[in-house]
Nanobody, 115 residues
Framework: QVQVVESGGGLVQAGGSLRLSCAAS????????MGWYRQALGKQREPVAS???????EYVDSVKGRFTISRDNAENTAFLQMNSLKPEDTAVYFC?????????WGRGTQVTVSS
């Protein structure tokens, strides 16, 4: 059974940093893509960052220059380094891992940025 587990959320003041981790396991197939979405209260879930197995990355414009996604392919783990956090970054952050056949999601981790 495939599992995707996030960790590293919490409460931080504006301007601070957090590092999220995402561990995927249990698939017979390689995870060719991993990434993060977020959902703020009352808003739709939106993509934040993604990374391919080859290391290609994409970011939503609002986090460019502040967030960095990376991964350890050997451990099927992805990381999201979040710097210069703003109150508008407050959301539940969801990690996903995808194979060529399916997408798998974690349960999310809360990030709260106080002003």
């Amino acid at each position: 059974q495939v599992q995707v587990v996030e960790s590293g959320g919490g409460l931080v003041q504006a301007g601070g940093s957090l590092r999220l981790s995402c561990a995927a396991s249990g698939s017979r197939f390689s995870f060719n893509g991993m990434g993060w979405y977020r959902q703020a209260l009352g808003k739709q879930r939106e993509p934040v960052a993604s990374i391919s197995s080859g290391g290609s990355t994409e970011y939503v414009d609002s986090v460019k220059g502040r967030f960095t996604i990376s991964r350890d392919n050997a451990e099927n783990t992805a990381f999201l380094q979040m710097n210069s956090l703003k109150p508008e970054d407050t959301a539940v952050y969801f990690c996903y891992a995808k194979t060529g056949f399916a997408n798998y999601w974690g349960r999310g981790t809360q990030v709260t940025v106080s002003s």
